[in-house]
Each structure stands twice: as structure tokens, then as C-alpha cells.
């Protein structure tokens, strides 16, 4: 397959702006703006694109949302990468730099944005730099800057750099950090596409660096031939960062819905070492339900819609593998300690939820927890699903119920019996 996304697999160097520019670079941009903006947003639906930052929210109709009366817009892209297992972001950024860029300039263009701010992760500070310079050669070009490509549009694009933290990845606490608020989730409505909820309080678009990248190929080849790759519902290609123990780790880019979870871990990324057996996957991080490792689960093709089928989800596609010995309560309270530490603490259910189920997830590892103390994690977690201002509370409480839902024995195995509570039920059964 050729790549829509990892093009530095076929194209060597396609970082820099000449090569780019030799291999149908920005021709996406220039058939842009020789289009009505309106005429833009519906190719990228007739696309049916999907955000690649998690939520999978079909990107033409997240991009139609913004008031096109208003006479302030703008673009963020947003580059935090801070979904656990997640690498697909940076290696874009470092091998396919302008694919980003003029992936946001051709959303710019749609929704007559005034500037693109591309927000990084503080630890990201080097791929900002490189960015900086690469907008400065763009800008050379005609490419960025006032009258792009002669086209009578301008628009500017800015570096920000973050300072490192989980929840700055959430789109609006991501708008607060940028504007140089403390980085917590802001309360919606309004939302950011809507005045008074995005960037300086002016309609914004918030897409993923992945998402982007997809957009100039949408506009060079049409959004109906982009749709023809992939299924209905997951159109197109999608980057999957494989990690965990797995012989080979790193990006995959495969067209969704043409492969397995077990193509994916035992052709392209050469199986578990040791020729250990695998027992359970995290197919979106930390964030997303654990599935155990069953003929089924390996047998489900990535898609959106197959990962809902075994009740967890594709998110970001940061597909982590458990071998088979992992304890799972190790595993739990390694995510539990993670969320612990990024809640912004704004909310009561995440800041107290996280804080007693990592305290009672530590009793049950110290061998001090009783049977009971299970299900109280359950509850606990239970508890936060659906309750929090947003979706960190819900991924917290992912890596208890799910664990415990699929893999009981695991932490029964810690606790002495003491008590005589029957096996606790899975939250939902
Ligand atoms: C806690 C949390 C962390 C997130 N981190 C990221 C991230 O690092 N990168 C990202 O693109 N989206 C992240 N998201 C999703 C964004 O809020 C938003 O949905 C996304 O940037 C929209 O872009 P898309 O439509 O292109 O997917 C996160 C969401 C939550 C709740
Ligand atoms: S759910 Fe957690 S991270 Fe999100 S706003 Fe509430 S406290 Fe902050």
C-alpha cells in the first residue's frame, strides 16, 4: 500500500519543502483556493474523514459548524500528543512536516480562518523550532502569509508550546492553556466552533495532526475516491502506534478495515518475544477498555465500529499489548496512577475517584486488600462514568472496570478471601 500519511516511506526526505513541493506538495492547498470555501468542507465530507485525535468525529461536519458571519476565526491544531501509547503525531510532524501544515492552511481556507496555531507538548520543543523554520520557508514560497498563492486569502501560522500535561490534550483546556489560563476543561456549551467558546472566545476549529494530514490528499484526489478506501463508517487510512511486547514496535499506517488485530501484532509488528502467549490489548492506551487477547477480540478488524463490537474502542489507535505475564491489577494500577496524577482536580468525581481508586488499588497489591475492597474500586469507578465535565473521569474509571470486568481472577489472586462477598459483578452485567 502507498501512504496517505507515513509518505516518508515511499518519498525519502519528503520533509523538506522542495521535495514536498516535487511530489504533488500543496497541490491540495492550491486546488483549495481555487474553490469556494463552502465547496472545500464539502468535499471533506463527502470524504467522511474522521478525527484521528479520539473521538472519531467526522471532520467536513465539525469544520461546517463554524459561523461563517463571524469576522475572527481560527485553526488549532492540536499537536499535544498525550494519549498513553500514542507516537504517530511527532513522527508526522518530524518526517511530514508540510502535509500538516498545509493540511491546516486548506481547513484555514474552508472556514476563512485569520490564523493557525499549532499547539505542542512542552516536550516537543524541538519539533517547534523545526516547524518555525519550516513555516518560514512556506512563507518563501508564497505558501503561508499574506495572499497565499495569490489567491487574495492570508493567513498566519503560529508554534505554541505547551508544558507537558495529559489534560492540555483536551481540546478546550488546550484553548485555556493557549491563551495562557490554567490548562483545565472548560464548561460547554458554548463550544469551541461557536463564538464565546473557542480561541479568544472566536469560532474555532480544534483537529488532530493526523487529522490534518489527511486533507491535502482529500482535496488532490476527491473526497469520493478517499472514501472508496476503507469501510462505510472508517473511511480511509489510519496510523496505529503499536507498543507493549511486541518483537517490533512503532507507526503502522493501514487502510481500516483490511486488517486484524493479529495481522497487526503477529505479521507487522513480528509477534510477542520470547514466544510468550498474548493476554490481553489495549487498543486506544489507557483511555480506552482493555479486551483479553480471545480468538474474537485478535480476529476484529481495525475499525471504529469493529473495536465498538468487543465493547472497547479505536480512539487514537495507540494499540498496546500485554503478554501473558502481566498481572492485569499491576497493569490497572499503573493507568490508575497515571489519571491520578493528570486529573486537573476540577471536578469532584475524577479528583477524589482517582485518588481513592489508586489508595485502594495499592492495598489490594500489598497483599492488605480484602474481597470487598474489589468491588468498592468497581463501585467507585462506576461511579465517575458519566459524571465528570470531561472524558478524563470516564478513561480513569476504563482501566478498573474493564480489568475487573475481563479479568477478575487477576485481582482476587491478591486479596485473601477474608470476607465473604460473592465475586464481584462487572458495573453493567
Ligand atoms: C483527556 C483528553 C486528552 C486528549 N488528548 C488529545 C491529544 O493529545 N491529541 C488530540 O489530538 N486529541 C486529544 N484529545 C481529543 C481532543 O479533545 C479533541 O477531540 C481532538 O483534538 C479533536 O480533533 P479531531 O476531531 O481531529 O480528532 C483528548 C481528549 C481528552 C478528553
Ligand atoms: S474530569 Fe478530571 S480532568 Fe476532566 S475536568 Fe474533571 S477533574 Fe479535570
Known sequence: MTHIILREKDVPNIRELDVYLANEGFDGLKKAVSMKPSEVI????????????????PTGIKWSFIPQSEPVKYVVVNADESETGTFKDRQIMENNPYQMIEGALIC???????????????????IAHDLDERIEAARAQNLVGDDILGSGYSCEVYTHLGAGAYICGEESALLNSLEGLLGQPRVRPPFPAQKGGGLYKEPTVVNN????????????VGGEKFAELGTQQSTGTKVICVSGHVNKPGNYELEMGKHTFRDLIFEMAGGIPDGKGIKAILPSGGSGPIVPATDEVLDTKLTYEDCQSIDTILGSASVMILDETVDITWAASKMTKFFKH???GKCTPCREGTFWLDKVIDRILRGEGKRSDVELIN???????????CALGDFAANPILATIRHFPEDF???????????PVKAAGD
Open 209 to 220: 495532526v493526523e487529522t490534518l494530514a489527511n486533507a491535502p490528499y482529500i482535496l488532490r
Open 42 to 57: 464539502d468535499e471533506m465530507k463527502r470524504s467522511n474523514l474522521r478525527g484521528r485525535g479520539g473521538a472519531g468525529f
Open 108 to 126: 484555514a481556507y474552508a472556514i476563512q480562518a485569520t490564523a493557525v496555531y499549532i499547539y505542542l507538548r512542552g516536550e516537543f520543543w524541538d
Open 412 to 422: 482476587y489472586a491478591h486479596v485473601d478471601g477474608d470476607d465473604e462477598k460473592a
Open 342 to 344: 493528570e486529573s486537573c
Open 379 to 389: 463501585n467507585v469507578a462506576a461511579n465517575m462514568q458519566g459524571t465528570t465535565l
